[in-house]
Nanobody, 119 residues
């Protein structure tokens, strides 16, 4: 069974960098043809795609966040990470990691982690 679990600080100060890790079990992030994705949902708003890393290690970002976003992976730990720099209160959201297939379907999700940007 595929499981994803987000981890990281729940509170980040403005102008700092938000850092999250997604730990995957039941599926190798480098051995199967999927997109390992980060998605967020600000309060009262819809889901927003942040970016993903493919099983081959290619990385793609949302144009709206590209300049502040960094996604990486550690295949030895079967983890992928998100860093979002220069955060503002508008970056407050529930952050999810998820597995997306070639049909653009999000098949598996982490439970989500609340990140609040506040001084």
């Amino acid at each position: 069974q595929v499981q994803l679990q987000e981890s990281g600080p729940g509170l980040v100060k403005p102008s700092q960098t938000l850092s999250l890790t997604c730990t995957v079990s039941g599926n190798s992030i480098s051995g199967s043809p999927y997109y390992w994705s980060w998605i967020r949902q600000p309060p009262g708003k819809g889901l927003e795609w942040i970016g993903y890393v493919t099983y081959g290690g290619s990385i793609y970002y949302s144009p709206s966040l590209k300049g502040r976003t960094s996604i990486n992976r550690d295949t030895s730990k079967n983890q992928f990470t998100l860093q979002l720099s220069s955060v503002t209160p508008e970056d407050t959201a529930v952050y999810y990691c998820a597995r997306r297939n070639w049909s653009d379907e999000y098949e598996y999700w982490g439970q989500g982690t609340q990140v609040t940007v506040s001084s």
